[in-house]
């Protein structure tokens, strides 16, 4: 049964990656997955982009358990050799735009959804969601799903792990900030240069430091990312535009790190564009955590942000496939690590429904 299913899902995977679905443009990969759970008599529903079903003994009384992967991609880089839009099997590997992040995650997710699908008497209910726009966080995607879904009690969100239980997430906060200056002609005197007013600035934001560190996540890490100045070349600006990265550990809400730069930056002016994509995590002590552990999965802190920054209840990151192959040029993810990740994701739903 699972190694047909392996088989399936693989099939699937060859064809998500064959169908455009750049963030916000999914549509055709959402009949795709609409088709999987047509073809294996599964009743879903559709909201958007977004494809979701759940298992067919729910009971409203009982836990739900969300299984969750994206079918969106990133566009293409220059930097690729094969088709991106071609899946290529060479070498025991599965290449092509989104093979690894994260249609390897959500294949197996939805091959492990079918199999527990009629299961009776489980401890958690299932619920499972085939979600837009992840790679763009855009405003129809999981997020616009939770008024829709049953409540959730906890989560897996399929990202490449290595098939390692990614416990905590660190969150993102973007920021625009201004230093002003006094506006001139280039060629008179001017001490209130705006772009040599933004020397000292940059040189704080290299050099502050959030004083929580995290036992699975580290520090807070800050980066100015952008920045932007003039128009012409006898021109002294007025003013330069920042762009600032703030990925944010477990021990910070997004509002504490906003409260803290509007308070402490020697910006003119700094602004959040968004408070929303907070830090994730899930307890040491949680079933599904100590199921994985019992599995061998290692534990460990993701710096990297997924849907899990829109969810307010407990969630493990965990999928095959490897982080630092995703957005790369000739994104591929080897067969055997979807093989692995079924089996590992069915053995640990084994230990706790």
Not at 1 to 26: G, R, W, Y
Not at 144 to 157: E, G, H, R
Not at 172 to 177: G, I, K, R, T
Request: hydrophobic content about 35%; glycine content about 6%; some cysteine.
């Amino acid at each position: 049964m699972i190694e047909k299913l392996t088989t399936k899902a693989i099939a699937l995977l060859k064809k998500l990656v064959e169908t455009q679905s750049f963030s916000s443009e999914e549509e055709h990969t959402a009949l795709l997955i609409e088709n999987w759970f047509t073809t294996n008599s599964i009743p879903f529903k559709r909201n958007k982009n977004n494809v979701w079903a759940t298992n067919k003994y729910f009971d409203e009384k009982k836990p739900t358990l969300l299984l969750n992967s994206h079918h969106d991609t990133v566009k293409p880089n220059n930097g690729y050799t094969k088709d991106p839009l071609k899946a290529i099997v060479e070498d025991g590997k599965l290449f092509g735009l989104g093979s690894n992040d994260a249609g390897g995650c959500l294949v197996s997710l939805i091959a492990t959804f079918t199999h527990f699908y009629d299961k009776k008497n489980g401890n958690y209910n299932l619920v499972i969601v085939a979600s837009a726009e992840e790679e763009s966080s855009g405003p129809n995607g999981l997020n616009s799903m939770l008024s829709v879904i049953p409540k959730v009690d906890v989560a897996i969100v399929g990202e490449p792990t290595l098939m390692q239980l990614a416990i905590a997430e660190k969150g993102l906060v973007v920021f625009d900030a201004k230093v002003k200056g006094t506006a001139s002609h280039a060629a008179h005197p001017n001490t209130d240069n705006a772009i040599y007013n933004t020397i000292d600035v940059l040189k704080w934001f290299q050099d502050f430091k959030f004083e929580r560190k995290s036992p699975v996540l580290g520090d807070v890490k800050m980066t100015v990312t952008q920045i932007n100045a003039g128009k012409q070349h006898n021109a002294i600006p007025s003013e330069v535009d920042l762009v600032i990265d703030v990925r944010v550990n477990d021990k910070y809400s997004n509002q504490e790190i906003s409260d803290i730069l509007t308070k402490k930056s020697p910006c003119t002016s700094i602004k959040a564009r968004s408070l929303r994509l907070n830090s994730s995590s899930i307890p040491m002590h949680h079933d599904l955590v100590k199921a994985g552990i019992d599995l061998g999965r290692e534990t460990y802190g993701s710096p990297t942000l997924s849907d899990q920054s829109v969810l307010t209840c407990p969630s493990l990151k965990l999928g095959p496939g490897d982080s630092t192959r995703s957005h790369t040029a000739d994104e591929f993810i080897y067969l055997a690590e979807i093989e692995e990740g079924i089996i590992i994701y069915i053995e640990l739903l084994n230990k706790v429904l």
